[in-house]
């Protein structure tokens, strides 16, 4: 957000409403400066409307507070005679506009506590709803209902890749917490509900990006750990063609395998963190090379074994991912001759041939890059950025940073010659301003991640997966077993 259209929001947001609540209390017999005090104006709302004082305590309440606070701002609107749908939605919407309409209106008056028997029966007629007016208010309380739930407490999610397999499968449906890590504040909050970042049918932008609030993550139970299966916002929707904001950008679901200030390493194909040996999810895949005698595999053996993505090399040899415990399971059977792991030696050319930071070279940000000699499977050294840490920049260390300084922390950076510069200045450290993961899908042949494109800032991160509570099977072969019910219900580890 540019300076300009910063003032213009505080102009929006604080100062005209606040404007009018100065007006509107005046009208009351209130001094206009209660209207402009944090908090303490909310419960000169409750006293002006006759709700009990305890609501304050609501408010404490992450989530019920806000349904609270839209309670109290339409019991205050009804004491200004405001009784209508129309109304109550422009002056929780629209504030800045209606608020000091009000407030300078000659015609609106104070009409009294608003939450008493005595005005509700003196203003019975106005009060009184039709059908379709409850139906509204209804619709309108879920809405709000539902997008707090989603927004601070929990969210369900798709598997929408094999990414994550055998650890969580294609159609598994997941509940997300956002309760573990914090529940992060809407960045862009001019969105419509329950929409990500497209309008369904019509493919148009389901938010405005017009306004976009800083960062921000209510205290959490936890700080993302090593292990955790994490949904974060994919960092690449920053680029070209998309653009998005951080918290429109695609949801992703990973396993985080290094969190801040961590030293990671891939070595043939396993993790090591800070020189120990990472655990492997044991429902984790890889690509085999599988020899037999010449005969076929049994098709149920493949599917009991879930032998996925099989692809033929000859008569005798096929591909295949699975996990560890399927590849011993295979080598038992009499026409197996052996079944081998298909990793990469380090240096060696990789099939997609653009790990982190290859995948960046003869950039803006990165016109050179050394030949690190990386692939999927012998990875690293390379530590994960930590909010306070600094790092010299050089030659070596610049091209596996310089997308975290300058996208994610918003530098301007600049490479002349041998030289850096951030924001006009040559710079031969850096100092970092977000903490840093990074994740790994357990299908480790399959996966795009940060091997590819790098880090996840901490405000890309959404919640914690929780469980499976439904998991549906497009490729069965009958309605019957379409519902896989051995993994409804179970907790993600």
């Known amino acids: 957000m540019n300076v300009v259209a910063f003032f213009i929001a505080i102009i929006i947001f604080i100062v005209l409403p606040y404007i009018g609540l100065w007006k509107l209390f005046q009208k009351a017999d209130r001094h206009g400066l209660e209207a402009i005090i944090p908090i303490y104006n909310i419960y000169v709302m409750l006293e002006l409307s006759g709700r009990p004082r305890w609501w304050m305590l609501l408010l404490l309440v992450p989530g019920l507070n806000f349904l609270v606070i839209l309670g109290i701002t339409i019991d205050f609107l009804k004491c200004y005679g405001k009784f209508s749908l129309a109304e109550h939605i422009a002056g ?20 009294g506590l608003s939450a008493t028997p005595e005005f509700r ?49 294609i159609g598994d449906y997941l509940f997300v917490s956002k309760v573990n ?10 969105a419509f509900p329950f929409a990500h970042h497209t309008m369904p049918l019509i493919n148009t932008k389901a938010y405005w990006d017009g306004i976009e609030l800083p960062y921000y993550r209510l205290p959490g139970l936890s700080d993302v750990k090593k292990g955790d299966v994490v949904v974060f916002n994919y960092p690449m929707d920053a680029d070209s ?29 396993q993790v090591y963190i800070n020189s120990k040996a990472a655990i492997t999810p044991p429902n984790g895949e890889i ?21 996925s993505d099989m692809q033929s090399v000859n008569n005798t040899e096929f591909i295949t991912n699975t996990t560890e415990e399927s590849a011993k399971a295979l080598r038992g059977y009499s026409n197996i001759k052996s079944v081998t792991p298909r990793i990469s030696p380090r240096g060696a050319s990789d099939a997609l041939n653009a790990v982190y930071p290859a995948a960046f070279a003869n950039s803006v940000l990165t ?5 690190y000699k990386w692939n999927v499977d012998n990875f690293g050294p390379i530590v994960v950025p930590k909010k306070g840490g600094t790092i010299k920049l050089d030659s070596l260390t610049y091209p596996l940073y310089a997308r ?9 950076v600049e ?3 041998n030289e850096i510069w951030i924001n006009g200045k040559k710079a031969d450290s850096y100092t970092f301003k977000l903490n840093y993961y990074f994740m790994m899908g357990d299908n480790r042949h399959n996966s795009e991640d940060s091997r590819f494109w790098g880090f996840v800032p901490e405000d890309h991160i959404v919640g914690k997966a929780l469980f499976i509570w439904m998991s549906i099977d497009d490729n069965a072969s009958s309605i019957l077993h379409k519902i896989r019910w051995s993994r409804l219900f179970n907790l993600i580890h």
């Open 367 to 371: 016109p050179k890059i050394p030949d």
């Open 241 to 269: 063609p998309y653009f998005r904001p951080v918290d429109k950008r695609e949801n992703y679901i990973k396993r985080c395998q290094g969190t801040p200030g961590d030293t990671l390493s891939v070595v043939n194909a």
């Open 121 to 169: 029966e003196k203003y019975k007629k106005a009060l009184k709803k039709s059908q379709a007016r409850e139906w509204g208010d209804a619709i309108i309380f879920a809405v709000i209902a539902a997008t707090m739930i989603r927004t601070l407490f929990i969210e369900a999610y798709v598997i929408p890749s094999a990414s994550m397999e055998s650890s969580l499968l």
């Open 92 to 111: 929780i919407v629209l504030q800045f506009i209606y608020l000091p309409k009000w407030g300078f209106d000659k015609d609106t008056k104070y009409l």
């Open 181 to 190: 890590y914090g529940a992060r504040l809407p960045m862009t909050p001019v």
């Open 287 to 307: 690509t085999y090379t599988v020899k037999t005698d010449g005969s076929e595999l049994n098709p149920q053996i493949a599917e009991d074994l879930h032998l």
């Open 415 to 417: 490479v002349k010659g």
């Open 404 to 412: 975290c300084i300058s996208v994610y922390e918003g530098n301007k």
